[in-house]
């Protein structure tokens, strides 16, 4: 029997959308198709992936308002549900940038035995499952599948069952162009049906926390296959000395609770040189409490609600542990209620230290603890102090030195004078250090080269070796 998932709608509380989730039977019947369609889908070249996935272009734009509606409807924010389903486009046009790029593989003769010439072949996973989070519902389910199809694979992508409104247009869009019927395929469901996509791919991509990735990670292994992971922050700032406070009190503010803070590479902590302490919080609370809840009207205003209303319980419990061993709440500070929906304003917190949660676990609200530090060495070190490796951002004057900040933090994407630039841009490598993830880069070419697996193609033009070559009295041996 299918299981029905009720899914609620941030801003009114309401259980008001269904969905049944694929079951595990489904998937493998799904996949085994896959699997026969995408010969012909390699066959067919590059060429021809590119002209059908600017079809979907043409069919997601001619679906924008249903996915914006959906979108916004299960996140509560309208300005990022637009941006998500835009950037489709682009993020087909640039995976197609990057897969004309690669040249033919090379034939070389080997340097040992020169009359042998190899060359080495790439070839696609048939199958990639993509399990995706709720925080970018849309961008974050695409962002794997278009490098995996474009180089010759399929993909089955499993949204996140907090915000899957998107899946039924999307599943339309993709309906529309007759090609890519068992290339893409979109399925509903909640970690049962992420856990049995596991047993059916052959490459599995996986964004979302660190428990999960975990187990997510166990299943790959015990199938034999690749996962890459992509997982939870704690991402710090740090403003030097040398500092430009108006700018850094800007941008850490927006890096800080973009999507209500619902980011990876939001910023979570916030470490200030002592002589600028003072200036940059009064700054940056100055600056929260400019900022406006798109509510009641979803078309004003900077943030949307908490989307997914257990991270409510998390931010509360985090806050109130602070709060209960010290810190200073300035601006902020409470889950709000406001039309059923629940609701956090910038929170900008002093008086912290690392044995609070809320400098430790990832928060995923818009909460800025802050703390001063007096030297170079010791914000490192502050910075550095987490299980997380995601990405951070130093603020200096100095680019030398803002440079040599960076290298010495232990994470994968370091934004200097702005915040979370991984977010903006797409172009520059990285890897998620420590438990934030582990795989190949997704950025950059590498984040298509994951979708191949290597094939030597060795060739003896010589003579055949034969058996006698291995005679034992041959050996070079006493
Ligand atoms: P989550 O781990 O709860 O769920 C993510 C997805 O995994 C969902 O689709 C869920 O249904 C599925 N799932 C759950 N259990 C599963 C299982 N046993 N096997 C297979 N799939 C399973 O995460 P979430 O709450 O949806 O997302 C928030 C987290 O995602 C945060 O930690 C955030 O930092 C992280 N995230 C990371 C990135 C990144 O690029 N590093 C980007 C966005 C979000």
Redesign the pocket.
């Known amino acids: 029997m299918s299981e029905r998932l009720s899914i609620r709608n941030p801003r009114n509380g309401e259980y008001d959308y269904e969905i049944v989730a694929t079951t595990a039977r489904e998937i493998a019947s799904i996949t085994s198709r896959m699997r026969v369609a995408q010969k012909l889908w390699r066959e067919k070249g590059l060429e021809y992936r590119v002209s059908v996935l600017e079809k979907l272009k043409t069919a997601v734009a001619g679906r924008r308002e249903e996915l914006v509606n959906a979108l916004s409807t299960d996140t509560g924010r309208l300005y990022i549900s637009v941006a998500e389903v835009d950037g489709i486009a682009s993020a087909i046009d640039r995976w197609t940038a990057v897969a004309r790029a690669q040249t033919a593989p090379e034939t070389k003769n080997s340097k040992a035995m020169p009359f042998i010439e190899f060359r080495s072949e790439k070839e696609p996973y048939p199958v990639a499952g993509a399990?995706?989070?709720?925080?970018?519902p849309m961008t974050?389910s695409m962002i794997d599948a278009l490098p995996a199809m474009l180089s010759g694979g399929t993909a089955i992508i499993?949204?996140?069952?907090?915000t899957p409104r998107f899946a039924g247009p999307m599943r339309r869009a993709v309906a529309e162009v007759e090609e890519l019927k068992d290339i893409l395929h979109i399925v509903d469901?909640?970690?049962?049906?992420?856990?049995a996509?596991?047993d059916h791919v052959d490459i599995v991509c996986?964004?979302?926390?660190?428990?999960?990735?975990r187990?997510?990670a166990e299943?790959a292994a015990r199938n034999f296959i690749p996962s890459i992971?992509?997982?939870?922050?704690k991402d710090p700032a740090i403003v030097l000395e040398d500092a430009d406070v108006e700018r850094a009190a800007t941008s850490l503010l927006r890096a800080s609770i973009v999507n209500t803070g619902?980011?990876?590479?939001s910023i979570e902590r916030i470490y200030v040189h002592q002589s600028h302490f003072d200036d940059f919080v009064e700054k940056i609370v100055a600056k929260a409490q400019n900022v406006k809840f798109n509510y009641p009207d979803i078309h004003s205003g900077h943030i949307g609600p908490i989307i997914?209303e257990?991270?409510a319980d998390i931010i509360k419990t985090q806050l109130a542990a602070a709060v209960s061993k010290g810190a200073t709440v300035h601006t902020g500070g409470e889950i709000e209620h406001h039309g059923g929906g629940l609701w956090c304003r910038p929170t900008v917190l002093t008086n912290v230290n690392h044995k609070m949660t809320i400098m430790q676990d990832?928060t995923?609200g818009p909460i800025m603890p802050i703390m001063a530090f007096e030297s170079d060495d010791e914000a490192i070190s502050l910075a550095n102090d987490t299980i997380f490796g995601?990405s951070g951002s130093v603020y200096s004057e100095n680019i030398e030195h803002a440079n040599e900040i960076a290298m010495k933090i232990d994470a994968g994407g370091i934004s200097i004078n702005e915040g979370s630039l991984t977010g903006f841009m797409h172009e520059a490598e990285k890897n998620?250090f420590k438990y934030?993830?582990m795989g190949e880069s997704?950025m950059g070419p590498a984040g298509y080269h994951r979708f191949f697996r290597k094939k030597a193609i060795m060739t003896n033009m010589g003579d055949a070796f034969p058996i006698e070559a291995f005679d034992e009295k041959n050996a070079n041996f006493p």
């Open positions: 399990i995706s989070p709720w925080n970018f974050l499993k949204p996140s069952e907090v469901g909640d970690a049962s049906t992420g856990a996509l596991i996986f964004t979302g926390s660190v428990a999960t990735g187990m997510v299943s992971l992509e997982l939870g922050g619902h980011a990876c590479q997914f257990k991270q990832e995923f995601l998620s934030s993830g997704r």
